[in-house]
Nanobody, 122 residues
Framework: QVHLVESGGGLVQAGGSLRLSCAAS????????MGWFRQAPGKERDTVAVISWSGSFTYYADSVKGRFTISRDNAKNTVYLQMNSLEPEDTAVYYCAAGPRAMMAPSSYGYWGQGTQVTVSS
């Protein structure tokens, strides 16, 4: 079992930055790929970024390339999402998730956090 807790969300003006963190616990966390996903009201959950266990593979949605950076510190069991140049369109609940492989589809991830709200004002 893997337990995930996100933090770092909040309200920020357009052009600002936030860093989300996802703390993982559970003896089976080792070896899992991690991903960040987001869901805006009335919309489907979309993939934002994923990272392999080693960190050697990363993937970003086109809408966040060049602005967001996913990273992980396995010694701290924590995954991060650095978000720069935020836009109102980035407003959503952001979730982290763990899965056996670094896949793009949210359905590939079996463990999910509770989510953290990110609101970007114009």
């Amino acid at each position: 079992q893997v337990h995930l807790v996100e933090s770092g969300g909040g309200l920020v003006q357009a052009g600002g930055s936030l860093r989300l963190s996802c703390a993982a616990s559970g003896r089976t966390y080792s070896g899992y790929a991690m991903g960040w996903f987001r869901q805006a009201p009335g919309k489907e959950r979309d993939t934002v970024a994923v990272i392999s266990w080693s960190g050697s593979f990363t993937y970003y949605a086109d809408s966040v390339k060049g602005r967001f950076t996913i990273s992980r510190d396995n010694a701290k069991n924590t995954v991060y999402l650095q978000m720069n140049s935020l836009e109102p369109e980035d407003t959503a609940v952001y979730y982290c998730a763990a899965g056996p492989r670094a896949m793009m589809a949210p359905s590939s991830y079996g463990y999910w956090g509770q989510g953290t709200q990110v609101t970007v004002s114009s």
